[in-house]
């Protein structure tokens, strides 16, 4: 029986393989699906930072807005698609030291080149975004194997508590004793992309 992906799906893999070039063209183009792309891509990202600073989500939630608020309006000023993520980081994490320090719901920044130079964060927030840069390179390079590899992996070592093997098998519809071969082959898979990732 074939597998019918859901539109979620499809959206999200078809972010998975556009660069942010192309998404960010085609948001300056007003294609709206363009911008639930982009903010798809990131959105973990972007939601990662106020939760590792200790915001309850409620507050985690009003800083992804403003978030994505910032990057809605200084979309056009972007010199550089590629340094998106790391300037998406350095806005978030100023949100986040500057509301906390300050004991504010928000304190608004201005960023106006999208540039990725910003006043100096603290080691703590620096280490908070060098952990969010990681994680961020790991869901692209999930997005790029194959759904199969995808689907072992987050049942292997994404999930808590981990599935036994014989359900992941089950799952997968393979042979319990395949797995091991399989779940080294898609981690292989995983390390080559990510490493492709880093090269400059």
Same mark, same amino acid.
């Given at each position: 029986?074939?597998?019918?992906?859901?539109?979620?799906?499809?959206?999200?893999?078809?972010?998975?393989?556009?660069?942010?070039?192309?998404?960010?063209?085609?948001?300056?183009?007003?294609?709206?699906? %363009?911008?639930?792309?982009?903010?798809?891509? !990131?959105?973990?990202?972007?939601?990662?930072?106020?939760?590792? !600073?200790?915001?309850?989500?409620?507050?985690?939630?009003?800083?992804?807005?403003?978030?994505?608020?910032?990057?809605?309006?200084?979309?056009?000023?972007?010199? &550089?698609?590629?340094?998106?993520?790391?300037?998406?980081?350095?806005?978030?994490?100023?949100?986040?030291?500057?509301?906390?320090?300050?004991?504010?719901?928000?304190?608004?920044?201005?960023?106006? %080149?999208?540039?990725?130079?910003?006043? %100096?964060?603290?080691?703590?927030?620096?280490?908070?975004?060098?952990?969010?840069?990681?994680?961020?390179?790991?869901?692209?390079?999930?997005?790029?194997?194959?759904?199969?590899?995808?689907?072992?992996?987050?049942?292997?070592?994404? &999930?808590?508590?981990?599935?036994?093997?014989?359900?992941?098998?089950?799952?997968?519809?393979?042979?319990?004793?395949?797995?091991?071969?399989?779940?080294?082959?898609?981690?292989?898979?995983?390390?080559?992309?990510?490493?492709?990732?880093?090269?400059?």
């Amino acid at each position: 029986m074939s597998h019918t992906k859901t539109e979620p799906e499809i959206a999200s893999r078809v972010a998975a393989t556009r660069t942010d070039t192309e998404l960010v063209h085609d948001c300056l183009d007003g294609r709206e699906e %363009a911008w639930a792309e982009l903010i798809d891509k !990131y959105k973990n990202l972007i939601f990662s930072v106020p939760i590792k !600073y200790g915001f309850p989500r409620e507050a985690a939630a009003d800083i992804f807005q403003e978030v994505c608020l910032e990057l809605l309006t200084q979309l056009k000023n972007l010199r &550089e698609p590629q340094a998106l993520a790391k300037w998406l980081l350095m806005v978030t994490a100023h949100k986040c030291f500057h509301t906390k320090r300050r004991g504010q719901r928000m304190v608004a920044m201005d960023f106006p %080149a999208l540039e990725v130079h910003a006043p %100096a964060l603290p080691p703590e927030a620096l280490a908070i975004v060098a952990e969010a840069e990681e994680e961020q390179m790991l869901r692209e390079a999930m997005g790029e194997i194959s759904e199969r590899c995808q689907r072992l992996v987050k049942m292997l070592f994404f &999930e808590h508590p981990p599935r036994p093997y014989r359900d992941v098998a089950q799952s997968l519809g393979i042979a319990t004793g395949s797995i091991g071969f399989i779940r080294q082959r898609c981690l292989e898979s995983l390390r080559k992309r990510i490493e492709d990732m880093q090269m400059p």
